[in-house]
């Protein structure tokens, strides 16, 4: 009998939200998703500590900063995954980058030549950027230039909005926070049916559909898989390990709940960059958590530079 998990793969993309190279292995992913916090966890395991070693005695032979040799380990973790993968990996661009549109430009175009340097093209990398406004219009560049992005720590309809006109690859809309977020505020628990976090990618997913819109929707942040299952369908996903095994060890019956259908919207006005951070300011749960995730990022992006220092030293 087909698994949960066989039956999702065959209607939606799963991608692996991990840098657990054994779980990338064994649980055979499209593609693969990274960000600082994963990275971090990933560089402290010893599958890694062969390119941690020989990427921190390159750069004390070099002078490199403490920056430089994260870099170069990020795309490194990287190359690995894409080693395992058919499909593509996401690599994130800096945190404390994501309100400077010029650098985050910068440093996607570093990443890709960092990964074209290992020999791997533009085709297998997602630049991962936030998706604040200038994130966005980073992104946007990005694409006119052929390298495609994944817009992350995504909340809200402006920002699903945003991302589609600047003509982005891919998003990745955080259910499982826009969940958190909703519980604690009204101090209940949700049924996938009515699950906040779940609702908003269903919305974004057809409103996209509806206006013939190519970017790729790619629900992420999962608690359980009763909120996968609601997802069915989608685009792609991006799912945790231990939820990967949760569907592949249940054989229950999947059901599809997100089919493109037709083109039937109508046009919309673009969104300007004050009604984007007008309709940001008014969605309290999206500000929040936007924030936060970045803050959050930050933190785990400041570790890892703090480790190598040491190592550098």
Not at 41 to 47: C, D, E, G, M
Not at 55 to 77: N, Y
Not at 137 to 164: D, M, W, Y
Not at 249 to 278: H, N, Y
């Amino acid at each position: 009998m087909a698994t949960v998990l066989d039956q999702l793969r065959s209607m939606t993309v799963v991608v692996a939200d991990t840098g657990d190279v054994e779980s990338v292995r064994a649980l055979k992913p499209v593609d693969c998703t990274t960000n600082p916090s994963i990275l971090l966890k990933a560089l402290q395991h010893p599958t890694f500590a062969d390119l941690v070693s020989t990427e921190v005695a390159k750069g004390k032979s070099a002078g490199l900063s403490a920056l430089q040799v994260a870099d170069a380990l990020t795309v490194g973790v990287g190359a690995a995954l894409a080693a395992l993968v058919p499909g593509r990996v996401s690599t994130e661009v800096d945190a404390n980058l994501s309100f400077d549109m010029a650098a985050s430009v910068a440093k996607g175009r570093a990443l890709i030549a960092a990964y074209e340097a290992r020999g791997l093209g533009r085709d297998r990398i997602l630049i991962k950027l936030a998706s604040t406004w200038e994130g966005i219009r980073a992104a946007e560049v990005l694409e006119a230039e052929g390298i495609n992005c994944n817009l992350t720590l995504l909340f809200s309809a402006a920002q699903a909005q945003a991302c589609a006109e600047a003509g982005v690859y891919l998003i990745s809309p955080f259910v499982g926070r826009i969940t958190d977020w909703y519980a604690k505020a009204q101090g209940r628990t949700f049924t996938p049916e009515e699950d906040p976090g779940v609702l908003s990618v269903q919305s974004i997913y057809r409103d996209y559909k509806a206006r013939g819109i190519k970017t790729v929707v790619m629900g992420a942040s999962f608690r359980t898989t009763g909120q996968l299952k609601a997802l069915a369908g989608c685009d792609r996903l991006t799912i945790a390990p231990a939820l990967l095994e949760e569907m592949a060890a249940d054989t229950s019956t999947l059901t599809r709940v997100l089919s493109p259908g037709a083109v039937d919207a109508a046009p919309r006005a673009r969104l300007t960059e004050a009604a984007f951070r007008w309709q940001m300011n008014a969605d309290a749960m999206a500000t929040e958590k936007l924030a936060e995730g970045i803050r959050n990022f930050d933190a785990d992006h400041r570790k890892l530079l703090a480790m190598i220092a040491e190592r550098l030293a």
